[in-house]
């Protein structure tokens, strides 16, 4: 079992920044794939950003590319959104996943923790 806890979302302006962090806890963190998603009101939940369990490999959702960026530190099972230029259209709940090792960044996330709102407005 992997728990995941997210913090750092918020209001902000058009152009703004936030940056979201999410803890893990229960098994090794250096092994797992992670991801965000977010789920914006009456739309699905969609794949934002992913990086590998090595931290060399990074995946985006092309409307985020270049503003968005994700890392994650092992020695603190931490990984992060910093989430730059922000456009109304990023507002939604944000979600952290997890998952073993793999080849598919997209989707697939066992792990899953309870979201953190983001809201830009214009």
């Known amino acids: 079992q992997v728990q995941l806890v997210e913090s750092g979302g918020g209001s902000v302006q058009t152009g703004g920044s936030l940056r979201l962090s999410c803890a893990a806890s229960g098994r090794t963190f250096s092994s797992l794939a992670m991801g965000w998603f977010r789920q914006a009101p009456g739309k699905e939940r969609e794949f934002a950003a992913a990086?590998?369990?090595?931290?060399?490999?990074?995946y985006y959702l092309d409307s985020v590319k270049g503003r968005f960026t994700i890392s994650r530190d092992n020695a603190k099972n931490t990984v992060y959104l910093q989430m730059n230029s922000l456009k109304p259209e990023d507002t939604a709940v944000y979600y952290c996943?997890?998952?073993?090792?793999?080849?598919?960044?997209?989707?697939?996330?066992?792990?899953w923790g309870q979201g953190t709102q983001v809201t830009v407005s214009s």
């Open positions: 996943a997890a998952k073993g090792p793999t080849t598919y960044y997209q989707g697939g996330y066992n792990y």
């Open positions: 990086i590998s369990p090595g931290g060399v490999s990074t």
